[in-house]
């Protein structure tokens, strides 16, 4: 019997409650021409909507500026979405280049830009209708209100912050945990001072998902795929067909959670 409303929330960010695509592009293409130093610094003019396209098929930040040189390449985006988790090491390798070292590029970059112009960074973030509503009101209830995230917790605080939402630090585990999502639930389970313990995580990453379903000890967690984040049709479609992950919709994440499934 699943309880009707969670005692711990888990939202991810990127995808769930925040659409950062415009900013995602910008800083991987930063990263790409100080990496690669294209003879022009001007992106092709089909090259942000493809990227757009592709996102689902980064896992963490350091293949976003790899994924601008596979399509910079001539690689086709159906081969990338089907083939993206063996062209992104070869990539490194043929480049003779490390993740860590692509990712501390990246997140400098993405430090200069916040550091001199804030506002214009923070403008091109986008949060999802009714999410930030939803947020606050589960803030104000009895839930407690968790993101689990591999953006780092610094800016998703930042990005809160500009919405008038004053998560504490401990609320936002970020990509400085350097742990897997379903380590860090299982946390939330074992030190929750509400039992018994009623977990509900939102993500909208299958794969990442798919982890914590596989946890032996996960059997009452209750999972949702957002199905207006960063996904394809078909893990929309194997979310439907699973009966341990609910596919939701962007109008039922703002309803009560009753409506919720």
């Known amino acids: ?3 009707s409303s ?3 929330l888990a939202l991810d ?14 800083v991987a293409w930063r990263t790409y021409c100080q990496l690669w130093s294209p003879a022009n610094n001007t992106p092709a003019n089909d090259l942000a909507s493809r990227f757009y396209r592709l996102r689902p098929v980064i896992e963490t930040g350091w293949e976003m500026p790899v994924l601008i040189k596979a399509l910079v390449d001539g ?7 089907h083939e993206w988790v063996t062209i992104a090491p070869q990539i490194l390798l043929d480049q003779k280049l490390q993740a860590r070292e692509i990712a501390a590029k990246l997140d400098n970059l993405r430090d200069k830009w916040i550091a001199t112009d804030l506002d214009g960074w923070l403008s091109l973030h986008r949060f999802y209708p009714g ?3 939803k947020i606050k009101a589960t803030f104000a209830s009895t839930a407690n209100l968790y993101i689990v995230t591999t ?3 610094r800016f998703v605080q930042q990005l809160l912050q500009q919405q008038g939402v004053d998560l504490p630090s401990k609320a936002i585990f970020g990509k400085e945990e350097k742990r897997p999502k379903y380590e860090i639930l299982r946390e939330l389970i074992q030190t929750a001072d509400q039992k018994p313990v009623s977990l509900w995580f939102v993500e909208d990453r299958l794969k990442t998902l798919q982890l914590v379903q596989q946890q032996p000890d996960f059997t009452n967690v209750k999972l949702f795929l957002a199905d207006w984040g960063y996904n394809t049709q078909h893990d929309r479609e194997t979310a439907q067909n699973d009966q341990q992950i609910q596919l939701l919709s962007l109008s039922q994440f703002a309803q009560d959670f009753s409506a919720w499934y």
């Open 131 to 133: 999410v930030i509503d």
């Open 1 to 3: 019997m699943t309880a």
């Open 151 to 153: 953006k780092e917790g």
């Open 13 to 26: 960010f990127d995808g769930v409650i925040c659409d950062g695509l415009i900013e995602y592009f910008e």
């Open 6 to 8: 969670p005692t711990i």
């Open 75 to 81: 690689t086709s985006d159906e081969k990338i979405l």
